[in-house]
């Protein structure tokens, strides 16, 4: 167990529709990140916020939307669902920004969305 | 841009025996840390190893083992005494250091190992 959580762990909605995950980081960790893992693919890096504010953006679409609280959870809002936004989302958690020798990213179990 | 690549799509071993996963990239950074992830048919992602580049001394965790060969851009896991729990996707990565840089994780494709039993 990371101590990283992401709820739900399982998600299915229809196209159009949009969805909300949830993620609570390791006590302690400043750092959320966001990876989507679509069917027999690698991770794809999609926003990271640290401490609040939005530190490093990746490939994330404009449909998709992040915000970490100030109790530092993290939501990834996912809108206008296409079919192709199928996949499981990571989260993962670190101690400080990211660039500091001691934050290594811990992941969560995931959430599977499947868009019908 | 920095990028990772895994040539092998799959590996098999039988247990008890020694597999090596290879693992290579590209970057013009002197000061980045190499990870390897293991992906189980859970789907969890969980730390196997980490490795310093500023390190010359190869980074161990119990039967897990790596070859980091820095000029050649090179980070293979070994796995001693393979284990049937051991079966799953790995997956390389790379991290920069570089101050104020962008800290994602770069990922490879992933080696799916197989133990045979």
């Known amino acids: 167990d990371s101590g990283v959580t992401q709820t739900p762990k399982h998600l299915i909605t229809a196209t159009g529709q949009r969805v909300t995950l949830r993620c609570s980081p390791r006590?302690?960790?400043?750092?959320v990140y966001w990876y989507q893992q679509s069917l027999d693919q690698g991770l794809q890096f999609l926003i990271q916020?640290?401490?609040?504010?939005?530190?490093a953006k990746g490939n994330i679409l404009e449909r998709f939307s992040a915000q970490q609280f100030p109790d530092l959870h993290s939501e990834l809002n996912l809108s206008s669902l296409e079919l192709g936004d199928s996949a499981l989302y990571f989260c993962?958690?670190?101690?400080?920004?990211?660039?500091?020798?001691?934050?290594?990213?811990?992941f969560g179990p995931g959430t599977r969305l499947t868009v019908l | 841009a920095q990028t990772v690549t895994q040539s092998q799509p799959e590996m098999s071993v039988q247990e008890a025996e020694t597999v090596t996963l290879s693992c290579t990239y590209d970057t013009s950074e002197s000061d980045y840390y190499l990870f390897w992830y293991k992906q189980p048919p859970s789907r969890q992602m969980i730390l196997v190893i980490r490795q310093e580049a500023y390190k010359q001394q190869n980074a161990t965790e119990n039967r897990f083992s790596v070859n980091f060969q820095k000029a050649a851009k090179s980070f293979s896991l070994k796995i001693s005494d393979s284990q049937l729990g051991d079966a799953a996707m790995y997956f390389c990565a790379y991290r920069s250091a570089l101050w104020d840089s962008n800290y994602q994780l770069i990922w490879g494709a992933g080696t799916k190992l197989i133990i045979k039993p």
């Open positions: 006590s302690g960790d400043l750092s």
């Open positions: 916020y640290y401490n609040g504010e939005e530190r």
């Open positions: 993962a958690s670190s101690p400080m920004d990211g660039g500091w020798g001691t934050d290594t990213q811990y």
